[in-house]
Structures are given as structure tokens and as C-alpha cells.
């Protein structure tokens, strides 16, 4: 009898198992579900919905949708509809993933951490950092230090470069958590620094932002594809906050 109770005990913990299990595993996938719900596509593929040239209320005609991407159409700066395009929505720790294509001897950029305010910063980069976009080989912008695809520009040069050639796709990350800043380009960590800290303020001293009091000490901020004047394309635009 007592060998009965046992094999009854232990058949009613292996039942017990049975059930936890397919809980457990239905857990797991809640979990990993909630965890993809966090990443947000900012750009649809079909409109600019999200989004405004800065200093301006809705995206100026310079930029338009091709083939799903944001594309710049070429063309001098100041033209009619043209600017930098900037999202709605300000972020503070994020983790933003992108794909770009530029044109030849093309330069643009990502700007993050920009504080919306075309009457007191003319410019997006007056308090936003960027990463460089740039075709190395055709603009001029590539014999300088510090200005290469994939840099924090100005500030710190990518190491190693992995920018594909004119007209292939890149895939970039940018990972900004705690004053922890982070490049990937193409799937290979190039940029690592710390903002905000003494040797931050150095380092923006010993810059061209020098003359830009505001410059980097915003932490939270908008994100803005660059007008640099020439033809590029955006695609794939999503972001996590952290």
C-alpha cells in the first residue's frame, strides 16, 4: 500500500510538470513579445507622418517617399520645402535603428538630442550630435579627420570603418542610455563615448561646437535626418526606449 501512495505521489508531480511546462514556455513567449512591442517604427514607409522640417509645422516637399524610403531630392540648401527633417516626438535613453544610402559625393547625417527651437538654434546641430553620412571617396568632408561616415562628428572618428560604397545600404545603430553613447555601423561597434561628463565639455571645447554653449548638454531631445544639400534616403527607421 505504501508503495502505491508513492508511484500515486509521483505520478501526480510528473502531471503537475506536464501543465507547468506549457505555462512556463506560454510565459516565455508573452515575455518575448512584450519585449518586440517596444521597438516603434517612427517612419511608415509611406508618408512623413511623425515628422516636420524643423522650425516648421509639417515636412517641407523637399523630401518625399521612394520605394519606401525618406529620400532628399537634390538641390541647393534654402530652397522651398527644404530643411531638416526632425520627429515630433522628443527620447531620452533610446536605441535607434536606421538604414541609409547616399548619393556620390553626397553628405547628410542623424541628429539626436535636439532641443526644437529654430529661433534660438537656427540650426539642428546647434545642440544635436550626429553621426556622419557621408561618401568618404567623393566629398570633400572625407580628408577630414573626425568627418567620415560613421563618426560622432567632429568629436570622435569610428574605429574600424565599415561604410559600404556609394548606393549600397548601411545599417546603423545609435544606443544612447545613461550617458553611455554608442555607434554600430553595419553590425560592427565603431563609436563609444560618455556624455556630459568633464571630459565630455573638453572635448565639445576643443571642437567646432566651441562657439555653441548648448550644444550636447541637452538629454532629452529629437531626432532629425539631415539636409546637407544632397540626395539621400532613409529607410527601416525604428526606436526602443530605455
Avoid at 544635436?128 to 571617396?137: A, H, P
Avoid at 571630459?199 to 529629437?222: C, N, R
Amino acid at each position: 500500500m505504501k508503495k502505491l501512495a508513492v508511484q500515486f505521489v509521483a505520478f501526480g508531480l510528473l502531471a503537475l510538470s506536464a501543465v507547468a511546462q506549457p505555462n512556463a514556455k506560454a510565459m516565455n513567449k508573452a515575455k518575448s513579445k512584450k519585449a518586440d512591442a517596444k521597438w516603434e517604427k517612427i517612419f511608415d514607409g509611406k508618408t512623413t507622418s511623425g515628422w516636420h522640417t524643423y522650425g516648421q509645422t509639417d515636412a517641407g516637399a523637399g523630401w518625399d517617399i521612394q520605394n519606401g524610403a525618406l529620400h532628399l531630392k537634390p538641390g541647393g540648401q534654402g530652397q522651398t520645402g527644404r530643411g531638416d527633417l526632425v520627429t515630433n516626438d522628443e527620447y531620452g535613453d533610446f536605441n535607434l535603428k536606421l538604414e541609409w544610402k547616399i548619393s556620390k559625393g553626397g553628405n547628410s547625417g542623424v541628429i539626436f538630442y535636439i532641443k526644437d527651437d529654430k529661433q534660438k538654434y537656427p540650426q539642428t546641430y546647434n545642440t544635436g550630435l550626429e553621426m556622419q553620412v557621408l561618401d568618404n571617396d567623393g566629398h570633400p568632408d572625407g580628408k577630414i579627420h573626425k568627418h567620415r561616415a560613421g563618426d560622432l562628428y567632429d568629436l570622435v572618428p569610428c574605429t574600424p570603418e565599415t561604410v559600404k560604397p556609394v548606393g549600397e545600404w548601411n545599417q546603423a545603430e545609435v544606443i544612447s542610455k545613461g550617458g553611455k553613447l554608442q555607434f554600430i555601423l553595419n553590425g560592427t561597434p565603431v563609436v563609444a563615448t560618455t556624455l556630459w561628463t568633464d571630459e565630455w565639455k573638453q572635448m565639445v571645447a576643443a571642437s567646432k561646437f566651441k562657439t555653441m554653449p548648448d550644444f550636447g548638454t541637452y538629454k532629452t531631445g529629437k531626432i532629425s535626418l539631415q539636409d546637407h544639400g544632397n540626395e539621400v534616403w532613409f529607410r527601416n527607421i525604428m526606436i526602443r526606449k530605455l
